[in-house]
């Protein structure tokens, strides 16, 4: 007669606290390098503006009228990402800059920056709620993915 013992495991995941901890204690998450390259203009050359267009990135829902477009981002598809921050919004544009999907945040978007061709790192932050919210565009649609929270900010 054989002894049968039944195990169940159960698979949790632990943060690692000292990462949690380099990140409180990081300014940021990176900076912009900005290099500059002169460029010889003759006295006599002169440029036009040819046009300055609006666009209404109204959606219905927006809690405040109008919109407080904090960031602008293109992405390589010609499709372009802007943070709505009055209305805790990131809106997706199409090539004629309309509105085609949106997508709710908890908090206000203040900056985008593209990490892949498909998704955006937003930071987001109010009072003492601060973070980078990760958004995803996956079949012409928003999707809210994974996001870092900063405490004591």
Known sequence: MEN?????????????????????NLSGLGKILL???????LSDQAF???????YDVSVLGDSKKGSSIRAI??????????????NKRVKLLNNQY???GHCDLNASPNSICQITPSEVAVSVGEDNSHGVQFV?????????????QFQNF
Do not use: I, M
Request: charged share 20%; hydrophobic share 35%.
């Open 73 to 86: 981002c293109a992405l390589s598809d010609n499709q372009v990402l802007v943070a709505d921050h009055h």
């Open 35 to 41: 290099s500059t390259k002169a460029l010889s203009l």
């Open 98 to 100: 309309k509105v085609v």
């Open 4 to 24: 049968s013992v039944q195990v169940e495991r159960s698979p949790t995941f632990q943060t690692n606290s000292d990462v949690q901890k380099y990140l409180s």
């Open 136 to 148: 995803s565009v996956k079949g012409g649609q928003l999707v809210k993915d994974w996001k870092l």
């Open 48 to 54: 036009t503006v040819q046009g300055n267009y609006e």
